[in-house]
């Protein structure tokens, strides 16, 4: 059984910074990325990382301002998250995926495996 847990979340003000962290354990994965949701809204990308680290994609309301890492090491991907905005406000889900060791996926049906979520408020 494969196990993710976020950490990181918090209240920042707009123009602020905060870094993410998912832990994964209990079987080696390869894409992870990283998801929000919002009240009243659908689950939407936000970062995706290889299982090397080598390839990254980001939604284009974060590019930039946003930076998706892993260690592998640390079993760890990360989410650091500058120049942040009102409208970034969302719990932050870590996803995750088993299957294919060079993949980097962006639509959530392609993750099997997630986090319970970690809230960000960014007040204006």
């Known amino acids: 059984q494969g196990h993710l847990a976020e950490s990181g979340g918090g209240l920042v003000q707009a123009g602020g910074s905060l870094r993410l962290s998912c832990i994964a354990s209990?079987?080696?994965?390869?894409?992870m990325g990283w998801f929000r949701q919002a009240p009243g809204r659908e689950r939407e990308f936000v970062a995706a990382?290889?299982?090397?680290?080598?390839?990254?994609y980001y939604a284009d309301s974060v590019k930039g301002r946003f930076t998706i890492s892993r260690d592998n090491a640390k079993n760890t991907v990360y989410l650091q998250m500058n120049v942040l905005k009102p409208e970034d406000t969302a719990l932050y889900y870590c996803?995750?995926?088993?299957?294919?060791?060079?993949?980097?996926?962006?639509?959530?049906?392609?993750?099997?495996?997630w986090g319970q979520g970690t809230q960000v408020t960014v007040s204006s």
């Open positions: 996803a995750a995926d088993d299957s294919i060791h060079n993949a980097v996926y962006y639509h959530r049906n392609d993750y099997h495996y």
């Open positions: 209990g079987r080696t994965f390869y894409a």
């Open positions: 990382i290889s299982a090397s680290g080598g390839t990254t």
